[in-house]
């Protein structure tokens, strides 16, 4: 890394960060922060304080506050300083923790102050004081107050802000603090507007905002209003950029040319009429919405959200056959085999008359060479299967259609890999998680979502119930109630990601137990360390009631529709997440007869964790969940894996808790779209040059 002198001159916001450098040799101080994404000065702005603090007056110990930050003077009276054990620096240096008492220079009284790992040269220099002044924040200990790890002052002028900056990167604070004050005085009011055509700016402008947030203002004029209003105009600005990008994507995916799938009723007609039921009028607005997505000749975009059951893939079929009648193929990925299979399963069955294959890790390599060249050759209508589907032996004469089930559980690439086998493939992503709206609004501008919230005719419902150890044997006569009326039931317990050999043991204890307690039933397992076919050759006993209960880890396949059992009991449930568990439960109550759903504990639990699971209990709507499992997981990086000391994610902005704002920079990109669309031209063709930002579909 190339290094320039410092100067005013040449320095602005654009400029790389080593500009900083007073040295023109590489400094590893600058690398660490271009590792951490900061590759411009104007990437500093947005390490953000975590406080700021205007510095008081030096004023007598009987004005200490607590949680306040302090400033005094005074002579030392008492020091102490010891190892502190079991702590080393770096080079292995012993560090130690200090404690001293002064005596006010402005009154009689003594304050203790007190620094924890201290490095020797630390530990020297307060050694050395006879008097000192210092300033930090007062905390009591032993219902006596006291400053812990106070900043000495070496002058009576001290900066007007106390700011505390976050360590990035192992890069600490106080690093910021030094980099922020590299920054010449009279750029800080040339700070880049991103758009101001948009208006917000009125209230505030951009540069305005990062001067009060860094303390660029003289202090008389600091206040917790002006730092509010000053915070409010950064999400504004975090949510544009999202926006911005969103935007992107969706404006060059929707440039590419797609193939147009043109319908008339009778083709529409023909094709309803080949299904055992009537569609629901949820199902059939999403399958026109499809429908009119084949005809504009760009690719579509789409995703079908809707709770476990509801119908999703019934769409999915009715658009495939769509795009097979029109000369195309189709490819359907899914997480599993057993879902796989189950897809393969049900197409076979409504369309006997077409070519439908399947490809899965598990098909044998002569069986798999054969329908690999069928599949080039356009011999395979609909290609089902999971993960084999992306690899680069697996070629499509014309693929139309890539349909993704379970979206979530597929990788970026993954997905891209498959819609890339085609000339501007149409997409269809499915998903049992609702996407809660105020998602749809950070993460999902770029796809067009169609949701289906009713659910087919005949369903009994499911009844959820949270079980305690002291009910517990109630619960168990319960099913073997429902099992005694040939009912099937299933027992998740959760993984334990970091070790699969003390999953599998759980799993193997609690099969012995349940074999115990279930006399006279007969009980198996499922888990992740099987071989693919001895997984198909359990679910597939199970389907055929052989088995009765299903002992599992949290592996239990995606999408299994066994209609006839009517019992899922989640152990632990307070180790899944809220989507997972709603996802679990709607493996029952999928036939004529009525499911129930157990979150059996062992332990009593935390009121939050309690709450969550509350949650479950009390709601079937998986939009209502999804919305409740937001707020108690929060938000991670929209664009992008969020990775520790990355500055990509937002520092202020949270779209739970600042929905207004976020509803107010689309209505204005919206806005600018219409009225103003060459000024945002420039600002997709630059954010398109970074792949990151293309590739989060």
């Given at each position: 890394?190339?290094?320039?002198?410092?100067?005013?001159?040449?320095?602005?916001?654009?400029?790389?960060?080593?500009?900083?450098?007073?040295?023109?040799?590489?400094?590893?101080?600058?690398?660490?922060?271009?590792?951490?994404?900061?590759?411009?000065?104007?990437?500093?702005?947005?390490?953000?304080?975590?406080?700021?603090?205007?510095?008081?007056?030096?004023?007598?110990?009987?004005?200490?506050?607590?949680?306040?930050?302090?400033?005094?003077?005074?002579?030392?009276?008492?020091?102490?300083?010891?190892?502190?054990?079991?702590?080393?620096?770096?080079?292995?240096?012993?560090?130690?923790?200090?404690?001293?008492?002064?005596?006010?220079?402005?009154?009689?009284?003594?304050?203790?102050?007190?620094?924890?790992?201290l490095y020797p040269n630390q530990k020297k220099q307060i050694e050395s004081l006879e008097r000192i002044s210092f300033i930090g924040k007062v905390e009591e200990f032993k219902?006596?107050?006291?400053?812990?790890?106070?900043?000495?002052?070496?002058?009576?002028?001290?900066?007007?802000?106390?700011?505390?900056?976050?360590?990035?990167?192992?890069?600490?604070?106080?690093?910021?603090?030094?980099?922020?004050?590299?920054?010449?005085?009279?750029?800080?009011?040339?700070?880049?507007?991103?758009?101001?055509?948009?208006?917000?700016?009125?209230?505030?402008?951009?540069?305005?905002?990062?001067?009060?947030?860094?303390?660029?203002?003289?202090?008389?004029?600091?206040?917790?209003?002006?730092?509010?209003?000053?915070?409010?105009?950064?999400?504004?600005?975090?949510?544009?950029?999202?926006?911005?990008?969103?935007?992107?994507?969706?404006?060059?995916?929707?440039?590419?040319?797609?193939?147009?799938?043109?319908?008339?009723?009778?083709?529409?007609?023909?094709?309803?009429?080949?299904?055992?039921?009537?569609?629901?009028?949820?199902?059939?607005?999403?399958?026109?919405?499809?429908?009119?997505?084949?005809?504009?000749?760009?690719?579509?975009?789409?995703?079908?959200?809707?709770?476990?059951?509801?119908?999703?893939?019934?769409?999915?079929?009715?658009?495939?056959?769509?795009?097979?009648?029109?000369?195309?193929?189709?490819?359907?990925?899914?997480?599993?085999?057993?879902?796989?299979?189950?897809?393969?399963?049900?197409?076979?069955?409504?369309?006997?008359?077409?070519?439908?294959?399947?490809?899965?890790?598990?098909?044998?390599?002569?069986?798999?060479?054969?329908?690999?060249?069928?599949?080039?050759?356009?011999?395979?209508?609909?290609?089902?299967?999971?993960?084999?589907?992306?690899?680069?032996?697996?070629?499509?004469?014309?693929?139309?259609?890539?349909?993704?089930?379970?979206?979530?559980?597929?990788?970026?690439?993954?997905?891209?890999?498959?819609?890339?086998?085609?000339?501007?493939?149409?997409?269809?992503?499915?998903?049992?998680?609702?996407?809660?709206?105020?998602?749809?609004?950070?993460?999902?501008?770029?796809?067009?979502?169609s949701s289906i919230k009713t659910m087919p005719a005949g369903r009994k419902g499911i009844k959820t119930r949270i079980t305690e150890r002291a009910n517990y044997q109630k619960y168990v006569e319960f099913v073997k109630g429902r099992l005694m009326q040939k009912e099937q039931a299933y027992f998740v317990?959760?993984?334990?990601?970091?070790?699969?050999?003390?999953?599998?043991?759980?799993?193997?204890?609690?099969?012995?137990?349940?074999?115990?307690?279930?006399?006279?039933?007969?009980?198996?397992?499922?888990?992740?360390?099987?071989?693919?076919?001895?997984?198909?050759?359990?679910?597939?006993?199970?389907?055929?009631?052989?088995?009765?209960?299903?002992?599992?880890?949290?592996?239990?396949?995606?999408?299994?529709?066994?209609?006839?059992?009517?019992?899922?009991?989640?152990?632990?449930?307070?180790?899944?997440?809220?989507?997972?568990?709603?996802?679990?439960?709607?493996?029952?109550?999928?036939?004529?007869?009525?499911?129930?759903?157990?979150?059996?504990?062992?332990?009593?639990?935390?009121?939050?964790?309690?709450?969550?699971?509350?949650?479950?209990?009390?709601?079937?709507?998986?939009?209502?969940?999804?919305?409740?499992?937001?707020?108690?997981?929060?938000?991670?990086?929209?664009?992008?894996?969020?990775?520790?000391?990355?500055?990509?994610?937002?520092?202020?902005?949270?779209?739970?808790?600042?929905?207004?704002?976020?509803?107010?920079?689309?209505?204005?990109?919206?806005?600018?779209?219409?009225?103003?669309?060459?000024?945002?031209?420039?600002?997709?063709?630059?954010?398109?040059?970074?792949?990151?930002?293309?590739?989060?579909?």
């Amino acid at each position: 890394m190339k290094s320039s002198p410092l100067s005013s001159t040449n320095l602005n916001w654009g400029s790389p960060i080593e500009s900083l450098s007073k040295s023109k040799r590489p400094s590893p101080t600058l690398e660490k922060l271009a590792e951490a994404g900061i590759k411009t000065v104007s990437d500093l702005l947005w390490i953000l304080p975590l406080r700021i603090h205007k510095s008081p007056p030096p004023q007598p110990f009987r004005e200490a506050q607590l949680t306040q930050f302090f400033r005094g003077a005074g002579k030392v009276i008492h020091v102490e300083i010891r190892p502190a054990f079991g702590r080393r620096g770096k080079g292995n240096i012993l560090l130690y923790n200090g404690f001293v008492v002064i005596k006010d220079d402005l009154s009689n009284e003594s304050l203790s102050l007190r620094w924890f790992n201290l490095y020797p040269n630390q530990k020297k220099q307060i050694e050395s004081l006879e008097r000192i002044s210092f300033i930090g924040k007062v905390e009591e200990f032993k219902a006596q107050k006291q400053v812990i790890n106070p900043q000495i002052l070496t002058t009576e002028e001290i900066a007007p802000y106390i700011l505390e900056y976050p360590t990035v990167n192992k890069l600490p604070g106080s690093t910021f603090k030094k980099a922020f004050e590299l920054i010449p005085n009279e750029m800080w009011k040339t700070v880049p507007q991103t758009l101001p055509e948009l208006g917000y700016d009125k209230k505030m402008s951009l540069g305005e905002a990062f001067r009060i947030i860094h303390g660029r203002i003289p202090p008389e004029e600091f206040t917790a209003q002006l730092k509010d209003e000053a915070e409010e105009r950064l999400i504004y600005e975090e949510f544009l950029i999202d926006q911005l990008r969103i935007q992107t994507r969706r404006k060059f995916i929707k440039k590419k040319a797609a193939p147009v799938f043109k319908t008339n009723e009778t083709l529409i007609k023909n094709l309803k009429s080949t299904l055992p039921f009537i569609l629901t009028n949820d199902q059939d607005k999403v399958f026109q919405d499809i429908l009119k997505d084949f005809t504009t000749g760009h690719p579509m975009m789409r995703m079908v959200q809707g709770d476990v059951g509801c119908g999703k893939t019934i769409v999915a079929y009715l658009a495939s056959r769509v795009v097979t009648q029109l000369g195309f193929q189709v490819a359907l990925m899914c997480p599993t085999e057993a879902l796989a299979h189950q897809h393969f399963e049900l197409f076979k069955e409504l369309a006997p008359e077409i070519n439908i294959e399947l490809i899965l890790g598990s098909t044998k390599a002569k069986e798999k060479k054969a329908l690999l060249a069928r599949l080039k050759s356009g011999d395979i209508h609909i290609c089902i299967g999971t993960h084999a589907l992306f690899q680069d032996t697996v070629v499509f004469d014309k693929l139309g259609l890539a349909i993704i089930d379970e979206q979530h559980k597929f990788g970026v690439e993954q997905r891209l890999k498959l819609v890339a086998k085609g000339e501007g493939t149409h997409s269809l992503i499915m998903t049992a998680t609702p996407i809660p709206r105020t998602l749809s609004l950070a993460q999902y501008g770029d796809l067009d979502i169609s949701s289906i919230k009713t659910m087919p005719a005949g369903r009994k419902g499911i009844k959820t119930r949270i079980t305690e150890r002291a009910n517990y044997q109630k619960y168990v006569e319960f099913v073997k109630g429902r099992l005694m009326q040939k009912e099937q039931a299933y027992f998740v317990f959760p993984a334990i990601e970091e070790s699969e050999t003390i999953d599998l043991q759980n799993v193997n204890e609690s099969l012995e137990k349940y074999k115990e307690s279930f006399r006279g039933f007969k009980v198996e397992m499922l888990h992740g360390k099987m071989k693919p076919e001895e997984k198909e050759q359990v679910v597939q006993d199970f389907r055929d009631q052989k088995i009765h209960i299903l002992v599992s880890t949290s592996v239990i396949e995606v999408g299994i529709n066994i209609p006839n059992s009517t019992i899922m009991s989640i152990y632990n449930p307070e180790r899944f997440g809220l989507s997972s568990l709603h996802q679990l439960r709607g493996r029952v109550g999928r036939g004529e007869k009525p499911g129930f759903c157990f979150l059996v504990l062992d332990k009593d639990l935390a009121p939050e964790s309690y709450l969550r699971l509350e949650v479950i209990e009390k709601n079937l709507d998986g939009f209502v969940i999804a919305e409740e499992d937001l707020k108690f997981r929060g938000e991670g990086d929209l664009f992008g894996v969020d990775q520790s000391g990355s500055v990509t994610t937002k520092k202020l902005a949270n779209f739970l808790t600042h929905t207004s704002i976020l509803e107010q920079v689309v209505q204005d990109v919206e806005r600018l779209k219409t009225t103003h669309p060459a000024l945002l031209d420039p600002i997709f063709e630059k954010l398109a040059k970074d792949q990151k930002i293309l590739d989060t579909i």
